[in-house]
């Protein structure tokens, strides 16, 4: 089976192409660095990419929480990583001897999922949306989205959320290096890469290929 395509049981949470594209039609709009356009959904700036967004509405519209859920939350840049394979080492400590952790053999994002991009987009073959069910408590998540705009369950059930921040500065200079990558591949490895005068404007005002403001969604915590 193509990873990319949809499991039987998945198939009733399909966001169709055509709400996105209406939906994308309506949005206001930008560029991040004048090179890549972003769309505004719910107050925060996302690459105008349709499948990124069908992704978000998914998971807004289907997820539900348990109470024993574990869910990182994190602004890009600011620790995340670590935070993922300090928690998956506590959550394990007893199934697995040391010197055997999945965490030597396997990315800490491979072992706690990004709800709207790796669940319920195309980034990995499982995880899916109709194995939820199946997995054991207490699940292991992680979520860059902001409190405001994750699904209702997770905010009336009794899961646990561990946001992670960091000084903004550092956050600022590692996520324009992390950036440069992806800038490179959508408009072009002849671009001229942008100064950090003109990253820390787009930076402040929320523009990103990823999502948010750094602030906005620290106040929201």
């Known amino acids: 089976m193509n990873p990319n395509e949809p499991h039987n049981d998945d198939k009733e949470i ?4 055509e709400e996105v594209e209406q939906l994308k039609q309506g949005l206001p709009k930008t560029m991040f ?4 356009e972003l769309l505004k959904y719910q107050g925060f700036w ?4 349709t499948n ?3 992704s978000i509405l998914m998971f807004q519209r289907h997820f539900q929480a348990r109470d024993t859920d574990l869910i990182v939350a994190s602004f890009p840049k600011t620790g995340t990583t670590w935070l993922k394979s300090i928690l998956y080492s506590v959550v394990n400590r007893f199934k697995h001897p040391i010197k055997q952790s999945p965490l030597f053999s396997n990315h800490p994002h491979e072992l706690v999922c990004r709800l709207e991009y790796d669940i ?12 939820l069910n199946e997995l054991p408590s207490p699940r292991l998540f992680h979520t860059h989205l902001p409190y405001m705009t994750l699904p209702e369950s997770i905010k009336v059930s009794g899961c646990r959320i561990l946001y992670i921040t960091r000084n903004p500065l550092d956050t600022l200079v590692s996520m324009m290096y992390f950036a440069m990558k992806p800038l490179k591949e959508l408009a072009g ?10 990253y820390f404007e787009d930076f402040c005002e929320g523009k990103f290929i990823n999502e948010g403001s750094h602030i906005t969604p620290k106040e929201s915590w």
């Open 52 to 54: 990124m967004l069908k």
């Open 14 to 17: 399909i966001v169709h192409d």
């Open 120 to 131: 319920y987009g195309d980034a990995f073959e499982y995880p899916r949306p109709h194995h």
């Open 33 to 36: 660095l004048n090179k890549i």
């Open 189 to 198: 490895e002849d671009i001229e890469l942008p100064s950090i005068e003109d």
């Open 46 to 49: 996302y690459l105008f990419d």
